[in-house]
């Protein structure tokens, strides 16, 4: 689960980076002058106005175009590929069905437990077990053991 989450989240991270450089070059475009429905005006403004990374570092604008093109489709396909679930494992246990006698009126009841869960309240040892309500009296008791 944890892994469709994470690339589900850097899917959107992705877009969103990706959509970022377009935008702002279409707005600058946009702001320009040039109209965004003539394409050959757009893209003659793509070619011939660079963008300054600084340190005397330019490229044209196209190439921004380009890049955010490249993340925004990687981004989309981390979104819509299907990852491998990862299936829960239960682990199969012995149950014993054991007869518990209330030790104030003396109804008694079955109740299902494993070996584990009996060996870890002391069971040989111990015929008493944690506290219960009674289902006849209605009351808290620590029932017996009486059979398993």
Same mark, same amino acid.
């Given at each position: 689960? +944890? $892994?469709?989450?994470?690339?589900?989240?850097?899917?959107?991270?992705?877009?969103?980076?990706?959509?970022? =450089?377009?935008?702002?070059?279409?707005?600058? $475009?946009?702001?320009?002058?040039?109209?965004?429905?003539? #394409?050959?005006?757009?893209?003659?403004?793509?070619?011939?106005? =660079?963008?300054?990374?600084?340190?005397?570092?330019?490229?044209?604008?196209?190439?921004?175009?380009?890049?955010?093109?490249?993340?925004?489709?990687?981004? #989309?396909?981390?979104?819509?590929?299907?990852?491998? !679930?990862?299936?829960?494992?239960? +682990?199969?246990?012995?149950?014993?069905?054991?007869?518990? &006698?209330?030790?104030?009126?003396?109804?008694?009841? @079955? &109740?299902?437990?494993? &070996? @584990? !869960?009996?060996?870890?309240?002391?069971?040989? !040892?111990?015929?008493?077990?944690?506290?219960?309500?009674? !289902?006849?009296?209605? @009351?808290?008791?620590? =029932? @017996?053991?009486?059979?398993?």
């Amino acid at each position: 689960m +944890v $892994a469709r989450n994470s690339s589900n989240i850097l899917g959107l991270v992705l877009t969103v980076l990706g959509l970022t =450089p377009i935008i702002i070059v279409l707005l600058n $475009a946009w702001t320009s002058g040039i109209s965004l429905l003539d #394409l050959s005006a757009l893209y003659g403004f793509l070619w011939t106005n =660079p963008f300054y990374l600084g340190f005397g570092i330019e490229f044209e604008l196209i190439y921004l175009v380009i890049l955010g093109t490249v993340i925004v489709i990687s981004g #989309l396909a981390l979104l819509a590929r299907r990852t491998r !679930q990862i299936e829960e494992v239960t +682990v199969v246990t012995d149950d014993l069905t054991v007869t518990l &006698e209330c030790t104030v009126c003396k109804n008694r009841w @079955k &109740e299902h437990f494993s &070996e @584990k !869960q009996l060996q870890a309240m002391g069971f040989p !040892q111990n015929r008493t077990i944690s506290r219960r309500r009674c !289902q006849a009296c209605r @009351k808290y008791t620590r =029932p @017996k053991i009486i059979s398993i």
